[in-house]
């Protein structure tokens, strides 16, 4: 074997590590949970803000806005979209392109002159 997978002279942090593997896992559990918990009140905080926001928009909406907005009739809207239909307008057909071929044809065949 030309190389040892062990050191000759290891550190001592590596053979406490080997040793007690607990050195390592429980100060680093340890710092995550202690985020967590510390991160928490600052996500509250975010949370908080943002339903205060919220709140102001609700009370200005409730003050005034609501008002200003028209009652919904279905009578008018029904006599808008018949007036509309009165008007004087008659559909046009564009020219097709010359390669396009007609809707219901497909590509293969040759499209219908007429």
Sequence with gaps: M????NPIKPSPL???????????????LLIIVGASFGLQT???????????????????QALGLDRKKKKFDIREEYYKLS??????WEPKRIARPGDSPEWGVSPNEPPAKS
């Excluded at 030309?2 to 997978?5: A, D």
């Excluded at 905080?45 to 928009?57: A, E, G, S």
């Design 2 to 5: 030309p190389f040892s997978s």
């Design 14 to 28: 590596q053979s406490r590590l080997k040793r007690h593997p607990a050195l390592f896992g429980v100060p680093f």
């Design 42 to 60: 600052f996500t509250q905080t975010r949370y908080d803000l943002q339903d205060q926001k919220v709140k102001q928009i609700s009370n200005e």
């Design 83 to 88: 007036a509309a239909g009165e008007q004087d």
